[in-house]
């Protein structure tokens, strides 16, 4: 007999489950504070000093200083704090990246500050204060950047046009062709169009198609407008005639190893309404849900959301108006992010 099965026979199978049950809660345990433990090993800190860690960064404040560039009611002066962000960063990525002048992220940066430089002369605004925040060759290097040559970042200007036809663009065109828009017209929202997107949405893959997915609609303007207040990610902007919360049901859930599936199921589903809203000629904007403890409690009180459901991420929703500014948001190429094996 082995030592497994005189165990067996000794211990009483009640006394074994409880044992297994203690095991396997240790087990959970020890899941989630790895997890965690990972993401504290490697996420990036503002003293990182490494190239991915500084890009991360970099691309964090391009992106801050292209939305203030987006802005239809654009404020000459704006950003100085994000400028001494991006100065420190494209510095650190000289420091670490021999070939910088190839980087995306550095070009990028030139790119981005060229906008800021050229719109400000346009306007005649002083840009001397905000220089002073950049070593000479990277301020005169962006002025000299050609916009596009390689990359482009900064702004552009979108026509409702160009939306016109979107039901019957292929999926690349339209994919090719979405941007997230943070400016809408003050038409409202058709409910039918919503329920078109929805209804289409309804074809993302979940895991085992347990459709864990829930969409909140919100359309009163107050309560709008306390949301993103509490969200914090969208000031400045005037209010979206519809707020999507998307969240997902943790009881689709069977135990912890599916512990991070609530937010990849309702990240699809999230995906699909982008599209979706794009492909029905409707304007919309992601809005992450990272929310700390206070920003929960207050989301979950406001829109009634029940404790078993985790926040994925909002989505701002409109019309286009006639002509809107909106980001670059420029991508890598695919060759930086894909591995083949
Ligand atoms: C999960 C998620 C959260 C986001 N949160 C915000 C946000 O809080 N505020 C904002 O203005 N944009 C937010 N965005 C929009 C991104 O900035 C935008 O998607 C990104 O720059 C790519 O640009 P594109 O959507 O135009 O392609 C978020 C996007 C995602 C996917």
Same mark, same amino acid.
């Not at 519809?242 to 589903?269: C, K, Y």
């Given at each position: 007999?082995?030592?497994?099965?005189?165990?067996?026979?000794? !211990?009483?199978?009640?006394?074994?489950?409880?044992?297994?049950?203690?095991?396997?809660? !240790?087990?959970?345990?020890?899941?989630?504070?790895?997890?965690?433990?990972?993401?504290?090993?490697?996420?990036?800190?503002?003293?990182?000093?490494?190239? /991915?860690?500084?890009?991360?960064?970099?691309?964090?404040?391009?992106?801050r200083?292209?939305k203030g560039l987006s802005h239809v009611d654009f404020r000459?002066?704006f950003?100085?704090?994000?400028?001494?962000?991006?100065?420190?960063?494209?510095?650190?990525?000289?420091?670490?990246? @021999?070939?910088?002048?190839?980087?995306?992220?550095?070009?990028?940066?030139?790119?981005?500050?060229?906008?800021?430089?050229?719109?400000?002369?346009?306007?005649?605004?002083?840009?001397?204060?905000?220089?002073?925040?950049?070593?000479?060759?990277?301020?005169?290097?962006?002025?000299?950047?050609?916009?596009?040559?390689?990359?482009? /970042?900064?702004?552009?200007?979108?026509? /409702?046009?160009?939306?016109?036809?979107? *039901?019957?663009?292929?999926?690349?065109?339209?994919?090719?062709?979405?941007?997230s828009v943070r400016e809408y017209s003050s038409?409202?929202? @058709?409910?039918? *169009?919503?329920?078109?997107?929805?209804?289409?949405?309804?074809?993302?893959?979940?895991?085992? =198609?347990?459709? /864990?997915?829930?969409?909140?609609?919100?359309?009163?303007s107050?309560?709008i407008m306390?949301a993103l207040k509490?969200q914090g990610g969208f000031l400045g902007y005037a209010m979206p005639p519809?707020l999507?919360?998307?969240?997902?049901? !943790?009881?689709?859930?069977?135990? =912890?190893?599916?512990?991070?599936? @609530?937010?990849?199921?309702?990240?699809?589903?999230?995906?699909?309404?982008?599209?979706?809203?794009?492909?029905?000629?409707?304007a919309a904007c992601?809005l992450?849900?990272?929310?700390?403890?206070?920003?929960?409690?207050?989301?979950?009180?406001?829109?009634? !959301?029940?404790?078993?459901?985790?926040?994925?991420?909002y989505?701002a929703v409109g019309?286009?108006p006639?002509?809107v500014p909106v980001c670059?948001?420029?991508?890598?190429?695919?060759?930086?992010?894909?591995?083949?094996?």
């Amino acid at each position: 007999m082995t030592v497994k099965q005189t165990i067996k026979r000794i !211990i009483p199978i009640f006394v074994l489950k409880v044992l297994r049950k203690g095991k396997k809660r !240790i087990a959970d345990r020890r899941a989630n504070y790895l997890q965690t433990k990972r993401f504290k090993r490697w996420f990036s800190r503002d003293d990182s000093t490494d190239k /991915a860690r500084v890009e991360t960064r970099l691309a964090f404040d391009i992106h801050r200083l292209e939305k203030g560039l987006s802005h239809v009611d654009f404020r000459d002066g704006f950003g100085k704090g994000v400028l001494s962000e991006i100065s420190k960063r494209m510095v650190l990525l000289e420091k670490v990246d @021999p070939r910088f002048m190839e980087n995306p992220l550095y070009l990028q940066g030139l790119a981005v500050l060229h906008e800021y430089q050229s719109r400000h002369k346009k306007d005649g605004y002083d840009l001397s204060e905000v220089e002073s925040l950049f070593p000479v060759r990277i301020w005169n290097a962006a002025f000299e950047y050609q916009p596009g040559a390689p990359v482009n /970042a900064g702004s552009f200007v979108m026509n /409702a046009l160009s939306k016109k036809d979107n *039901l019957s663009k292929g999926f690349v065109e339209l994919a090719e062709h979405r941007y997230s828009v943070r400016e809408y017209s003050s038409e409202p929202v @058709p409910q039918e *169009l919503l329920d078109k997107v929805y209804e289409v949405s309804m074809k993302t893959p979940s895991v085992c =198609n347990r459709q /864990a997915t829930r969409v909140y609609q919100i359309t009163d303007s107050e309560r709008i407008m306390k949301a993103l207040k509490i969200q914090g990610g969208f000031l400045g902007y005037a209010m979206p005639p519809v707020l999507l919360l998307v969240t997902s049901d !943790i009881r689709a859930f069977m135990n =912890n190893g599916e512990r991070n599936e @609530p937010f990849v199921d309702g990240g699809l589903f999230s995906m699909s309404l982008l599209y979706a809203l794009e492909a029905y000629g409707l304007a919309a904007c992601p809005l992450n849900a990272m929310f700390n403890l206070s920003q929960d409690r207050q989301t979950r009180e406001l829109l009634d !959301i029940p404790d078993y459901e985790f926040p994925v991420m909002y989505i701002a929703v409109g019309n286009f108006p006639e002509s809107v500014p909106v980001c670059y948001s420029t991508r890598y190429e695919p060759e930086k992010i894909v591995t083949r094996i």
